[in-house]
């Protein structure tokens, strides 16, 4: 498959583009390739694809096709109960649900459920776990509930949060070391000034 995206990505013959594009509409609906699809920013390259003058009808139908697919599936993708399940089992990874800006809106009063259960789980994954992929994950995941969530720092206080995040600013990945920076700055600072400090 990310073959298949570089081969569009670096080329301009319409017929080379056709068949790439119609592998990919046809392997749309074939298990976990939808999925896959998504995370390889196939949303993205089917636009920028559309915005191209081609002639082929068979092409421009199959982008047509594959768009709508796609749209499908992110929704399918980005639902809380699959983003819950995820957190349940540990098992937390760059899913295209957790750097979607609506998923978080449209979902974060849902995090009130059980006394704040998918909080907690998180701040136990932060606490235990040594996958640095899971705690740069749930490090983003904690501060994107404090930008969307209107009490998400009193929240994330009465969880006591603050020093286990803390922890990760000295942790050796890069990556876990950012989130857990990002985090800090929106418990510190609120929603409104760390992402102007981002910028």
């Known amino acids: 498959m990310p073959r298949l995206v570089e081969v569009v990505k670096g080329s301009t013959k319409e017929k080379v583009v056709r068949v790439v594009v119609l592998s990919f509409r046809n392997l749309l609906a074939k298990g976990a390739f939808a999925a896959q699809m998504i995370d390889l920013g196939l949303p993205q390259m089917v636009q920028n694809l559309k915005a191209q003058a081609w002639t082929d009808e068979d092409l421009l139908d199959a982008l047509n096709q594959l768009e709508v697919g796609l749209k499908e599936n992110l929704k399918k993708l980005s639902s809380f109960d699959k983003y819950k399940q995820q957190v349940l089992l540990g098992h937390l990874d760059w899913s295209p649900m957790h750097k979607d800006p609506s998923f978080w809106r449209e979902n974060i009063n849902n995090f009130e459920e059980n006394d704040f259960q998918i909080l907690r789980v998180l701040m136990t994954i932060i606490d235990t776990s040594s996958d640095t992929t899971a ?3 749930a490090c983003y995941d904690l501060s994107q509930f404090l930008q969307y969530h209107p009490s998400g720092r ?29 985090c800090v700055q929106r418990l510190f600072l609120g929603a409104k000034y760390a992402s ?3 910028a």
């Open 154 to 182: 009193i929240v994330v206080a009465d969880l006591k949060a603050k020093d286990r995040v803390m922890k990760l600013m000295n942790h050796e990945n890069t990556e876990v070391r950012k989130n857990a920076l990002i």
């Open 196 to 198: 102007f400090l981002q």
């Open 135 to 137: 705690l740069a994950v």
